[in-house]
């Protein structure tokens, strides 16, 4: 089965600086790959996503990007805010019937003031 | 109310006891699941069901047992659990198992005593 790992797993980042989180996987099936933002105590909440056929997608502070050969995924998070902190998880899925997420261990985001 | 929504938020319980996990979604989607999420650990994927017909068992022990009455409405029969059981329960759904895009109910807290 497909197999996530994310790295790092604490990162500490001062309010204004960027923070990147990579994921790789291992299965080259794979075509989705989103990101999940967990605030404290808060369920899961999509933030971005990419399919296997674009490399690069940016939505305002936020964007990712995916090397399908390397088979590694980032999060690039720029001019990080208070309120970016939080638990973020990446996802890839295996092309099928069924959607089925398997998700990396997470990462805490600090940022401080 | 909007969104996923699961009860009770907590639960204690003891290993012999017998309870139930509720989850509703209102927002029209035809596929659900249920997720474990474990301090440290990824996300793990249990069911999956796709307009009440399950679709994903993700060799989860029998003392945990789904069941999905209608589409809007998921249930997680629990019995004669272990502490190692003890975890934040998220139930989620997606407008199809082949839309990728999950949405999460809060969660329940599980421990089991």
């Known amino acids: 089965g497909e197999n996530v790992e994310q790295h790092p797993s604490t990162l500490s980042v001062q309010e204004g600086d960027s923070a990147v989180i990579k994921c790789t996987y291992s299965?080259?099936?794979?075509?989705?790959f989103p990101w999940y933002k967990q605030e404290l105590g808060k369920r899961p909440q999509l933030i971005i996503d990419?399919?296997?056929?674009?490399g690069e997608k940016k939505d305002q502070r936020i964007a990712v990007t995916l090397n399908k050969t390397a088979k590694h995924f980032s999060l690039h998070i720029t001019e990080t805010q208070p309120e970016d902190s939080a638990v973020y998880f990446c996802?890839?899925?295996?092309?099928?019937?069924?959607?089925?997420?398997?998700f990396g261990t997470g990462t805490r985001l600090q940022v401080t003031l | 109310e909007t969104g996923v929504t699961q009860t009770p938020r907590h639960l204690v319980m003891g290993m012999t006891n017998k309870k139930s996990l509720k989850c509703e979604q209102h927002?029209?989607?035809?596929?659900m699941y249920w997720y474990k999420q474990s301090a440290k650990k990824p996300l793990e994927l249990m069911f999956v069901?796709?307009?009440?017909?399950?679709?994903e068992n993700n060799s989860v022990p029998s003392r945990f047992s789904p069941e999905c009455p209608n589409s809007s409405h998921l249930f997680l029969h629990l019995h004669t659990l272990q502490p190692e059981d003890s975890a934040l329960y998220l139930c989620?759904?997606?407008?199809?198992?082949?839309?990728?895009?999950?949405?999460f109910g809060p969660g329940t807290r599980l421990t089991v005593t």
């Open positions: 989620a759904s997606s407008q199809a198992v082949t839309i990728y895009e999950q949405y």
């Open positions: 299965d080259s099936a794979s075509n989705y």
């Open positions: 990419i399919r296997s056929n674009v």
């Open positions: 996802a890839a899925s295996i092309a099928g019937t069924a959607s089925k997420l398997t």
């Open positions: 927002l029209g989607h035809n596929a």
């Open positions: 069901y796709s307009l009440e017909e399950r679709v």
